[in-house]
DNA sequence: GATGAATGAGCTTTCATTCAT
DNA sequence: CATGAATGAAAGCTCATTCAT
């Protein structure tokens, strides 16, 4: 596993240097950037084309469409984060271990990548209007529901409203995510127990 | 005679205006199903001209771009049911009261007027490219808060964390409602309760 | 003669004073005041009807068009002072005399009207594409080489080159006229003089 | 096969260029005549374009508006012949002399562009709009105003008033080149002769 | 005659996309 | 593959003009 964690980093650099070199890459981050700063609705394949600097023709090389550009913005994610918050080795013992577990991954990743984070937070309307399961994702509330649905079978969690959770728990993540990037140097964990904590009152409740 | 011409003078300023009317509300109600169904980045005055039948010069006789159509429909719903949420004679005793009270309020109108609320829910990052107070309308949430800060110097509502509820009041809210939509009847108390206790819970905490 | 004269006098006041009523006279003068601001090609009639406050339709219950309105000035102006300048009692003795009797009243002219002069001077272009004869109406070039031609056949005016004079009359004529219009309280004789010194040194040369 | 391949590659860029360089030129030459025949003010993109049975986005390729064709064909003009008027070795040893040269190459232009001239002397107001330096181009009479000033220091010229004739040479000079240029075949010295002479005889005067 | 809303032609401009090079 | 000029659809908007009132 240390070896595939010292490939991966490797493997990141490589691409990092690669980005000159490569017009893929090049779209992509400029697509991040035109995205971020004019939200998916306004930008346009010119505004991506404009601030890469290459010709127009070459765009169409690699995409379709700037919808092609925001799909693979979300699939290198996908590879490059995703399954860090997916998989891990920690074993929670309770829900509250099982959420802190899952927020702070998630806040990290906002952290680590928060151009990625703004274009889904700011563009949920225009995403869902794609074919993109792309919010599913980030905090793959549905894998989480099923997660948190064998924990409480497996008696290891509480009896919560999971169909609640999983219609609050991402508006929720994202808000206080949005408020830890108004900060300079935010304290992950500061802004990830204040999430937990009100999400894991507003399901126990009275229970 | 003298009647014949008063009655037809009549009718002539009451069919203008009526015309006048009918086509400022074409283009408005036209405006809220192209705003709901493109969403307001992508829609454009030739979606909403088309989907009234109108010619496209007198779509610049009422509005001078989507965006007045836009405050017109917030306008509108402004003086129709803005003021039933804000102003109410009922005095809750409590914290759980005053929740319970303008929440239901906001499903209320939620139910009222869906498409507005649709509009609104999901064009919350374009619509804070405008100057619009609109948001506010909604829920209101500085109005609230100034006013949860109150309750607590008067020491009728709990020490809350106020600032958080600002953050996560609207998302909550917003997204609980959505789910509403999807039923056919209903029941506003339900969702309206759901929606309250997570809130009160989550905010009280362990307190 | 001289009752023609009092009455047309008090035709003018009358017409001044019907201005208020009469929306044809309304529309000449917002024309005017348009074709002077914006020149004849980039005037448009909505432009002239904004300024003067009536229906759009009113315009084409007295005009066609903004060309119409054109015409209807220079009508106008040729009812009003355009025979001033052709007619006079005074019988000039020598070509000196004639051309500063001519230039004199010109010149007057610019000064009562210059809007008139203006808009005939800066719109040499556009109104040459209209059948207007009208440029003639001004200085009436035409008429004066026939009258200088007969001159040099009664032995009173030298023999200059009047189709050089045709020439450049008026270009001459409204430069200086323009140069005038550029002083608060113009001495018109200053002026006059100057282009009548011209005009004549440049026409007898050597002679 | 490498000789082709030379070949083929410097075909292909001669070609491109030679596309580029027509599809501007095929547009400058359609809005010289586009720009005589309507005047400039009453000219349109859509003329121009359509005169050259381009698509309207290629117009946009070259230029942003009429106006910048219009500079464009000055531009063009300066190139080509502006320094011809301005440069010359010869030292003219007095008044009648250095009127003489200018006028001359001014009419010589004027042949061999007579479009080039319409467009100016016949727009004059609205060019004077743009912030073109363009008429200066022509006559430019600041520039002949100075050189008649030193030339009167050094007393070689003689005092004659140099505002005046900076106030009438081009008028004068227009009118009498649109006249030549009603001929056939055009002396040009016998008209630039006539200029010349009625100029100095008129500035000279009595002196 | 006065009104001014409705009309749709037509202009400016931008955009996605193609394709010869 | 890279290029970037050409394309024409389509957007925003203004205008002259008509016509019911």
Redesign the pocket.
Known sequence: MIDFDKEEKIEFSNKREATKLN??TLIIDAGINVFVEKGVAE???????RS???????????F???EEVLIAIFDDYALEIGTKIRNHKDEPKNFEEFLSLKVTRFFNYVLERPEIHLIMANNHNTLSNFSLNTPQIILEIDYLKNEIKEGIKKGIFPDIDFDLFGLVARPIADSIAQDMLLEKNPNVKKFADKCVNFLINGLLGGK
Chains 1, 2, 3, 4 share one sequence.
């Not at 930008?43 to 084309?49: E, G, L, N, P, Q």
């Not at 290459?54 to 090389?61: I, K, R, V």
Request: hydrophobic letters at 30%.
């Open positions: 017009n893929r930008a346009t394949v010119r505004d991506i084309i890469t600097g290459l010709a127009s023709g070459t765009f169409y090389n690699y379709k469409s700037k």
